[in-house]
């Protein structure tokens, strides 16, 4: 019904596509000079499967920073989801459905803590989230020297390995995650008041938005988002990793995934599409920079630049605008 | 035609609020009929905000009774105001720039179908209530931040209108609007009449009060002096319900014609997104009162001359020689120093010591102070007699303390934190900072804001004092009694621009007419 209007509010796409496709093509004609090729089987399987466990937390991490808030925390939970699945399943694949569930019972719990640590505590998300991340990292640190745990070999089989074509299944289930975000962002209560408490929380209350429960709400998603990456984390690699989330950076690069995407730092405007391209654009210069053998120093070098200049451009745009 | 009104839409009746043991609200009734625009109308501080705040439910009074369709209501937050029917207009939009207008206007009540937002629905009640005041060309899915204010006051309303409001209140609602837009809004509030609406109009703009309402009622010092109808009054009559109150505190002598100096601040054709068109003279010795309503552009002037929201065109020249004032260091460079309105926000660094806030300034530039200053410090050395020149820590700690000695500093200890200090010590720290400086132009805006009544002659002693010892003051005030007291010559700003000049001997009313534009300015 809502086709009858013409929609001019539809915003232009984030200009994340724009710099993702140039990306692509800059990178194929350097590979390809290079000698290497970018689009091969494996290459592009690799890409996917990045793009996947940083995509997963990433669409969780767009719905509290739309909402106003941040969650530094998922890298934890990420590991802690691995240990968590893999140790549930023991190797077999009886207790895969109860594994898995008990895995995001975990995860939604320590989004809960967030949540109520933000709103009814009044603590900066900043600081409550980062807390809550030592919290868990004193615990895998004081419990675990390495991976323990193994995981079910039907998911590591299906998740892990399954691909459709080039695709592995486990992108389709980001697309999925992807696609329930976006359906809540624009067809929910739950959604239309997320944004409206994150673009300004007074206007919101005056409105009659429970602001807070709101709040908690988008924290447990974020962190049920981090279970989810971490259950397929535990599928790649086929038992829980305690480090896997730290070193793999999901705190910050989602946070970095979010923001190229288009999404406001501040709350209230952005969405997980963009955030599905910010996403897309560091695993594509993540593997064109492991074609081409950059050293590892220098390729977080770029990647900080590639940020430092898209958030400018935003920050640019939103002050013409302002004017 | 009053009197005969059947029964109000809104009663309120010996409404009383305090605040902190002020009063701000006493003894107010007031009474709106279905169909009627009543406008409130007073000078800055009459009380005009407070009650429209305790009718939307944000303020609850402390007596009187508000009695709302027919029944007594009492409300204890602006959602039950809401629920009940009284719609607001805020002066500052309460909407969200990055979402459409349905989705403003449905906030925290989006229409569901099957448990999802019915985004058809949203749009197409958008629209009819939209079309119901003639607004039907705005379309409901635009974002509201590609809207003019006008517009958005439009959104505003039709909020209201979704809420079956039976009563709105606007505040100050032209404060941002251009001309051409002034006239849409008020062909919207003649629809809403139409439609059986009340609405309490608060303006300063007279012209808009005479235009549209059919009562007034006069709010001075938190009383409602008078309630007139539209038709039976002058613009004369209402500015002396407005004004006219006996001038009971002392204020110090003003400047003799020989105490005046040079010219010390020189402005010609100065302007930026505030103002315009600014010409101005500043001698030394003497206070430049400058009046005006909020908003009227006597605080941005300030701001402007303290580089803090600078000038973008014009020039400017301080004794005689251009200065480009770009930020306040530059204007400290200048010799300039500025009294903010808002002490607690940029005045004081609450959680500092006394003594930390008093070297805030001399920290930041004493060693950038040009030459030149030397007049000046000859002007500071008289209040605070002490030695100009090159300082090193302890001098210049020594020197603060006893320019804080000069401004009669009764704090305790100069090592407490200055938040625990009264308004009106807080702000002789204040000045106690800027006269480290030895500054030849003193710009103050509400120098007594806040301030309980002893604490203020002192501060008023203390601005005339340094105007006699040959700094050039600048005093922005909204308060009357103070600007007529104080000034050796006062402007009065009106939209951005200074209205006109008037001599020290002015009466309250010539300020006011000014300020709202009833009298044509004279040669401004």
Aim: glycine residues 12%.
């Amino acid at each position: 019904m809502s086709g009858t209007l013409s929609p001019p509010a539809r915003r232009t796409p984030p200009g994340v596509f724009v710099a993702l496709v140039l990306t692509l093509a800059i990178g194929w004609l350097v590979v390809t000079i290079d000698g290497g090729r970018l689009f091969s089987l494996p290459t592009t399987v690799s890409l996917l499967h990045v793009a996947t466990g940083l995509g997963i937390v990433a669409v969780g991490q767009t719905l509290v920073v739309i909402g106003g808030s941040l969650d530094l925390s998922v890298a934890y939970v990420v590991s802690l989801s691995t240990l968590v699945a893999a140790e549930a399943m023991a190797g077999g694949d009886a207790a895969l459905l109860p594994a898995i569930g008990l895995t995001l019972a975990v995860s939604a719990a320590i989004g809960l803590v967030n949540g109520l640590l933000v709103t009814a505590a009044r603590i900066n998300p900043f600081i409550a989230t980062v807390g809550v991340g030592l919290l868990l990292k004193g615990y895998l640190d004081n419990g675990y020297d390495g991976p323990a745990g193994k995981t079910a070999p039907a998911l590591v089989q299906g998740l892990g390995y399954q691909r459709v074509g080039p695709v592995p299944l486990a992108f389709l289930l980001l697309l999925a995650v992807a696609a329930a975000a976006w359906f809540v962002l624009a067809r929910t209560r739950f959604g239309h008041h997320l944004i409206a408490v994150g673009g300004d929380p007074e206007v919101a209350r005056l409105s009659g938005v429970r602001g807070s429960r709101v709040l908690v709400t988008a924290h447990v998603l974020c962190a049920l988002c981090a279970g989810l990456a971490g259950v397929y984390l535990a599928s790649r690699l086929g038992a829980g990793a305690p480090r896997v989330g730290t070193e793999g950076l999901y705190d910050l690069e989602s946070i970095a995934a979010v923001v190229l995407g288009g999404t406001a730092l501040a709350g209230g405007r952005g969405g997980v599409v963009g955030t599905v391209g910010g996403v897309l654009l560091l695993a594509s210069i993540d593997a064109v920079f492991n074609q081409l053998d950059v050293d590892v120093f220098f390729k977080q070098v770029i990647r900080g630049v590639i940020i430092i200049a898209a958030v400018a451009v935003y920050a640019h745009r939103a002050m013409r605008k302002a004017s | 035609m009053s009197g005969l009104l059947p029964s109000p839409l809104l009663a309120l009746r010996g409404i009383g609020k305090s605040f902190l043991g002020v009063r701000v609200l006493d003894g107010v009734d007031l009474q709106v009929a279905p169909g009627e625009v009543h406008a409130v109308v007073g000078e800055n501080g009459a009380g005009k905000s407070t009650l429209m705040k305790v009718v939307s439910g944000v303020h609850q009074p402390d007596e009187g009774t508000i009695e709302f369709a027919g029944a007594a209501r009492t409300f204890r937050s602006p959602r039950e105001a809401q629920q009940a029917g009284i719609g607001i207009v805020h002066q500052e939009l309460a909407l969200l720039p990055e979402r459409t207008v349905a989705e403003n206007v449905w906030l925290g009540r989006e229409p569901l179908r099957r448990g999802l937002v019915d985004r058809g629905a949203m749009l197409s009640h958008t629209a009819g209530l939209l079309a119901s005041i003639g607004e039907g060309s705005l379309p409901p899915d635009t974002r509201v931040g590609r809207l003019g204010v006008a517009q958005q006051q439009v959104v505003e309303i039709v909020k209201a209108l979704a809420l079956d409001a039976r009563l709105l209140i606007m505040d100050e609602p032209t404060a941002a609007l251009a001309d051409h837009e002034v006239d849409q809004l008020y062909a919207l509030v003649r629809r809403l009449q139409e439609h059986g609406m009340g609405v309490l109009y608060v303006s300063h703009r007279l012209k808009e009060v005479f235009d549209l309402s059919s009562r007034i009622t006069v709010l001075k010092d938190g009383r409602a002096v008078a309630t007139l109808d539209t038709a039976d009054t002058s613009a004369d009559r209402l500015v002396r319900h407005m004004v006219g109150r006996e001038l009971s505190s002392y204020y110090p002598d003003r400047a003799k014609p020989r105490e005046l100096g040079p010219v010390r601040l020189t402005v010609r054709g100065a302007g930026n997104r505030k103002l315009r068109g600014i010409d101005l003279r500043l001698r030394a010795g003497e206070v430049l009162g400058v009046g005006g309503l909020q908003g009227s552009g006597r605080s941005a002037l300030a701001r402007a001359l303290f580089g803090a929201a600078p000038f973008s065109t014009g020039q400017v020249a301080v004794d005689g020689a251009p200065v480009r004032l770009r930020s306040p260091r530059a204007a400290m460079r200048a010799g300039i120093a500025y009294v903010s309105e808002d002490r607690k926000g940029e005045g004081i660094v609450a959680e500092q010591s006394v003594l930390d806030n008093a070297l805030l300034a001399v920290r930041a530039v004493s060693a950038v102070r040009p030459v030149r200053a030397a007049r000046a410090v000859r002007a500071a050395r008289a209040v605070s007699a002490v030695r100009p020149g090159r300082v090193g820590h302890g001098a210049r700690t020594a020197r603060v303390r006893e320019l804080l000695a000069a401004v009669e500093l009764r704090a305790a200890r100069e090592d407490q934190e200055i938040r625990f200090l009264s308004g009106g010590n807080q702000q002789k720290v204040v000045l106690a900072r800027w006269l480290a400086l030895a500054p030849r132009i003193l710009l103050f805006d509400e120098p007594t804001r806040g301030i309980d009544v002893g604490a203020r002659s002192a501060i008023h002693d203390l601005v005339r004092r340094l105007a006699r010892d040959g700094a050039a003051v600048l005093m922005v005030s909204s308060e009357l009694p103070e600007l007529l007291g104080m000034s050796d010559r006062i402007i009065v700003m009106r939209d951005g621009r200074i209205a006109g000049e008037l001599p020290a001997d002015a009466t309250e009313e010539d300020v006011v007419a000014l300020a709202v534009g009833t009298a044509r300015e004279a040669a401004g």
